[in-house]
């Protein structure tokens, strides 16, 4: 009897041990993930209070939105002081979607050549792709300056189009390979011996399958270009610059005055934006990320 009551008395031990250490581990995943929530949403947060405040109190350091007005984000579409806001955003409207699209074209191609056909140096074409992301934006500015010189594109919209796409590319690619190769052969295989060519097989059985991998490179690659400023601060100009060198350049009243109210306006049209559109698709972008990950 007494074995048994000290072995019962163990396993009641163990049993909270375990609890306790799963009720720990869970306090620590909440602690973490309340530290890096609010580590990157604070500067959002102070961005949103200052764009609704009046500019007169710039400097308030009240934690709560005070002296609310609506007059930055008309200052931040005023072009009386040189700013071109409104112009700029048309632009990365109009460069993010071409980037994507042609990003999606070329990577969904290339990705299913790379994960479903067999051809000689496929994988250092792979290593190829993949290392030309890793090049620091900074060093391939003078060389793509000097040609885009030469060539009269300066200020155009191909030498903003061109280097994202360099950008976006290997993303594209390595997400819809991963993709592709964990896609069941036999789908395609049923396809064939239902009459269907490869191109058919692709188009319509791999294409519709492979949708939210599509989905969530697309906007993967949207909001990459979409935030792109480097590059574009040094091969735009008025006419073609996107919001991000747009904001960087808001002037004011005076020589000297950084608008900063109308600067963090800017930033919150800039921004919410893409905050919508990830918190409305979130789901799919976490399916097309995971997407072929178990089998």
């Known amino acids: 009897m007494t074995a048994a009551t000290e072995l019962r008395a163990e396993q009641d031990r163990g049993r909270k041990a375990a609890q306790n250490r799963e ?3 869970s306090v620590r995943t909440y602690v973490s993930a309340a530290v890096i929530l ?8 102070w961005m949103v209070v200052t764009a609704f405040r009046d500019v007169g109190y710039t400097y308030d350091t009240s934690l709560l939105p005070t002296h609310i007005t609506l007059d930055n984000f008309r200052t931040a579409f005023d072009t ?3 700013n071109r806001f409104g112009q700029a955003l048309l632009n990365s409207v109009f460069i993010g979607v071409t980037v994507t699209l042609i990003s999606l074209v070329l990577g969904v191609f290339a990705a299913y050549a790379l994960a479903r056909l067999n051809f000689r140096f496929k994988y250092l074409v792979l290593g190829f792709i993949l290392g030309a992301s890793m090049f620091p934006g900074v060093a391939l500015i003078t060389p793509l300056f000097q040609l885009f010189t030469n060539i009269g594109w300066i200020g155009t919209y191909q030498a903003l189009i061109i280097p994202n ?3 976006v590319l290997p993303l594209t690619v390595y997400t819809m390979t991963s993709f592709f ?3 069941p052969w036999e789908l395609e295989e049923a396809a064939r011996v239902d009459g269907c060519t490869q191109g058919q097989a692709f188009r319509r059985v791999i294409m519709p399958l492979a949708a939210p991998a599509i989905f969530t490179t697309a906007i993967l690659a949207f909001i990459s270009s979409w935030n792109e400023f480097l590059i574009a601060s040094q091969l735009s100009n008025d006419a073609t610059q996107p919001v991000t060198v747009a ?3 808001f002037a004011g009243a005076q020589p000297q005055q950084i608008p900063y109210t109308a600067i963090m306006a800017a930033g919150t049209i800039v921004t919410i934006p893409l905050v919508i559109l990830v918190l409305v698709f979130q789901r799919k972008i976490v399916a097309g990320l995971t997407a072929g990950a178990v089998k």
């Open 23 to 25: 009720k720990w581990a």
């Open 38 to 45: 609010f580590w990157c949403l604070a500067p959002a947060y």
């Open 80 to 82: 009386s002081f040189g």
């Open 165 to 167: 796409i360099s950008f």
């Open 181 to 183: 190769r964990e896609m």
């Open 247 to 249: 904001i960087a350049n």
